[in-house]
């Protein structure tokens, strides 16, 4: 027996003796206690709820980002000795408030991150702290069926039919990555099996120029090649070019390529236009091509009687994605992926293996359905957000949103600005005539530079856009907090910065 090993009463080996077993009775060095826990969640309630509070009090956004200083703060973080967690988590949310920006803060008019609702807020603590692992549904059944509560809701409002299937993911670049693999397996027998090789051609799908280019790295990583996405030039509105695509489509088949998948976008990230999502759906069906739906960002309108229309044809469509981690105000991150073929989403991600548990005849287990496999408890946040708002208090937002969209860009006209895209969502591009005059190059410096100069006077953040090659100022409402006289600050910012900046 080796020195310093004792043997056991049941005859196994233990380390130190006997006495080395009231040790492994006591609690292991990261187990602070309950009391301990508590105090320290509620340090960090005290934290997030100050910080909610004093958001719109200071800069959306700091003048520099401040990287030196920052990894100097973490350099002084060798993790060689512990520090009291209290101080570390005051640490932390100062540096995050010094260093970032603040898109909580009511005129953060940038991209689609929402300040979340404090249901949403809770549920991530709750989904934390509980921990439920949602890759088998006998581990978890009542956080599977929360998830599937809520993806049938969504389902249902957005008009697919009752067995639609789905799953929760990280975000909307997952849910179309599923929506690829789906769409292959639906089109090409031998895909799952054999992989692209099976295939006698180059498979190739169509997306709007103005769609989120997340497609370039799906279709790197599915070993599709960046050269299979189409992506089909849009009109004046917009939205994509029904006539060139027919065009494209007509020459991948004479070249023998196999078209098989075909998007359309609702509410595209520059500018908010929605796709011809009818006609796009009469073609796929007429070309054989899975219709996908990317509505990450305006997918949340069907929770509105008044605005679902905008979302005319999405009921026809073979999957569609929406993120909750936009406009129904969900924490990061909440994406969700939905199709009415849910035999093929079970034959795209089809595995089994001994360690995990037997199939459960209630509902299919989530890692057979998704990219993921352990995962996080995403969708408690969105239904307990949906749950106290009710889907009237989220339709009287997303309404009252758009009319916030149509005040900004009432204001912007006033002064002189020249709206240059056309949505009814409100996101609202303007360019100035005058620096438009001068040239795309000269255009888009000044445009810039206004830009940057709002940023660093801290009371708005906006950002610069090109629509279909012009340069334009871009700003979206986002944010539940946000009020009239919020978008009355951002424009005044923003006449201020083009009264700055010569030509």
């Given at each position: 027996?080796?020195?310093?090993?004792?043997?056991?009463?049941?005859?196994?080996?233990?380390?130190?003796?006997?006495?080395?077993?009231?040790?492994?009775?006591?609690?292991?060095?990261?187990?602070?206690?309950?009391?301990?826990?508590?105090?320290?969640?509620?340090?960090?309630?005290?934290?997030?709820?100050?910080?909610?509070?004093?958001?719109?009090?200071?800069?959306?956004?700091?003048?520099?980002?401040?990287?030196?200083?920052?990894?100097?703060?973490?350099?002084?973080?060798?993790?060689?000795?512990?520090?009291?967690?209290?101080?570390?988590?005051?640490?932390?949310?100062?540096?995050?408030?010094?260093?970032?920006?603040?898109?909580?803060?009511?005129?953060?008019?940038?991209?689609?991150?929402?300040?979340?609702?404090?249901?949403?807020?809770?549920?991530?603590?709750?989904?934390?702290?509980?921990?439920?692992?949602?890759?088998?549904?006998?581990?978890?059944?009542?956080?599977?069926?929360?998830?599937?509560?809520?993806?049938?809701?969504?389902?249902?409002?957005?008009?697919?039919?009752?067995?639609?299937?789905?799953?929760?993911?990280?975000?909307?670049?997952?849910?179309?990555?599923?929506?690829?693999?789906?769409?292959?397996?639906?089109?090409?027998?031998?895909?799952?099996?054999?992989?692209?090789?099976?295939?006698?051609?180059?498979?190739?799908?169509?997306?709007?120029?103005?769609?989120?280019?997340?497609?370039?790295?799906?279709?790197?990583?599915?070993?599709?090649?960046?050269?299979?996405?189409?992506?089909?030039?849009?009109?004046?509105?917009?939205?994509?070019?029904?006539?060139?695509?027919?065009?494209?489509?007509?020459?991948?088949?004479?070249a023998g390529r196999l078209p098989f998948l075909l998007v359309g976008t609702a509410g595209t990230?520059?500018?908010?236009?929605?796709?011809?999502?009818?006609?796009?759906?009469?073609?796929?069906?007429?070309?054989?091509?899975?219709?996908?739906?990317?509505?990450?960002?305006?997918?949340?309108?069907?929770?509105?009687?008044?605005?679902?229309?905008?979302?005319?044809?999405?009921?026809?469509?073979?999957?569609?994605?929406?993120?909750?981690?936009?406009?129904?105000?969900?924490?990061?991150?909440?994406?969700?992926?939905?199709?009415?073929?849910?035999?093929?989403?079970?034959?795209?991600?089809?595995?089994?293996?001994?360690?995990?548990?037997?199939?459960?005849?209630?509902?299919?287990?989530?890692?057979?359905?998704?990219?993921?496999?352990?995962?996080?408890?995403?969708?408690?946040?969105?239904?307990?957000?949906?749950?106290?708002?009710?889907?009237?208090?989220?339709?009287?937002?997303?309404?009252?949103?758009?009319?916030?969209?149509?005040?900004?860009?009432?204001?912007?006209?006033?002064?002189?600005?020249?709206?240059?895209?056309?949505?009814?969502?409100?996101?609202?591009?303007?360019?100035?005539?005058?620096?438009?005059?001068?040239?795309?190059?000269?255009?888009?410096?000044?445009?810039?530079?206004?830009?940057?100069?709002?940023?660093?006077?801290?009371?708005?953040?906006?950002?610069?856009?090109?629509?279909?090659?012009?340069?334009?100022?871009?700003?979206?409402?986002?944010?539940?907090?946000?009020?009239?006289?919020?978008?009355?600050?951002?424009?005044a910012a923003l006449d201020e910065a083009r009264a700055a900046t010569p030509y």
């Amino acid at each position: 027996m080796a020195e310093g090993v004792a043997e056991r009463a049941d005859g196994s080996d233990a380390p130190g003796g006997s006495d080395a077993l009231g040790g492994l009775d006591g609690p292991g060095p990261l187990d602070v206690g309950a009391e301990a826990g508590a105090g320290l969640l509620a340090e960090a309630v005290g934290l997030v709820v100050r910080h909610a509070e004093a958001v719109a009090e200071g800069p959306v956004a700091p003048a520099e980002p401040g990287t030196d200083r920052i990894r100097e703060w973490l350099a002084g973080h060798d993790f060689a000795a512990p520090r009291p967690a209290g101080e570390l988590l005051a640490e932390v949310t100062a540096a995050l408030r010094r260093w970032g920006v603040h898109a909580t803060h009511p005129r953060y008019l940038g991209l689609f991150v929402p300040t979340p609702t404090w249901s949403g807020v809770a549920g991530e603590l709750v989904a934390a702290g509980v921990n439920p692992q949602l890759a088998a549904y006998g581990h978890a059944p009542a956080a599977v069926e929360i998830e599937r509560h809520v993806l049938r809701f969504l389902a249902a409002r957005l008009g697919l039919p009752p067995d639609a299937d789905g799953s929760f993911t990280t975000g909307g670049a997952e849910a179309n990555l599923t929506a690829v693999v789906v769409a292959l397996t639906r089109r090409f027998p031998g895909y799952p099996d054999d992989g692209l090789t099976a295939l006698p051609g180059q498979p190739v799908l169509y997306a709007s120029a103005e769609s989120h280019l997340a497609w370039l790295k799906i279709a790197h990583t599915t070993g599709l090649g960046r050269r299979a996405v189409r992506l089909v030039p849009v009109d004046a509105a917009g939205r994509l070019d029904v006539a060139r695509l027919r065009a494209l489509h007509d020459a991948d088949v004479a070249a023998g390529r196999l078209p098989f998948l075909l998007v359309g976008t609702a509410g595209t990230t520059g500018g908010g236009a929605v796709d011809p999502l009818p006609e796009l759906a009469r073609l796929a069906a007429g070309w054989g091509l899975h219709f996908h739906v990317d509505a990450a960002w305006a997918g949340a309108l069907a929770l509105s009687d008044r605005l679902r229309p905008l979302l005319a044809g999405v009921e026809r469509a073979d999957s569609v994605t929406v993120d909750a981690h936009k406009w129904l105000s969900a924490p990061m991150g909440a994406g969700v992926f939905l199709t009415p073929h849910p035999a093929a989403l079970a034959d795209s991600f089809r595995v089994a293996t001994a360690y995990m548990p037997p199939d459960s005849a209630a509902a299919p287990d989530p890692y057979r359905s998704g990219v993921q496999w352990s995962r996080r408890f995403a969708g408690l946040k969105v239904f307990l957000a949906l749950a106290a708002a009710g889907r009237d208090g989220f339709a009287r937002q997303l309404e009252r949103d758009t009319e916030l969209g149509g005040l900004l860009a009432r204001r912007l006209a006033a002064g002189g600005w020249r709206r240059v895209n056309d949505t009814a969502l409100p996101v609202v591009c303007v360019a100035d005539p005058g620096a438009e005059a001068r040239g795309a190059e000269r255009s888009g410096a000044w445009h810039a530079a206004v830009v940057a100069h709002v940023v660093r006077g801290g009371r708005a953040w906006i950002s610069t856009v090109r629509l279909d090659g012009r340069p334009a100022i871009r700003l979206c409402v986002t944010s539940h907090r946000t009020r009239a006289a919020d978008i009355d600050t951002a424009v005044a910012a923003l006449d201020e910065a083009r009264a700055a900046t010569p030509y």
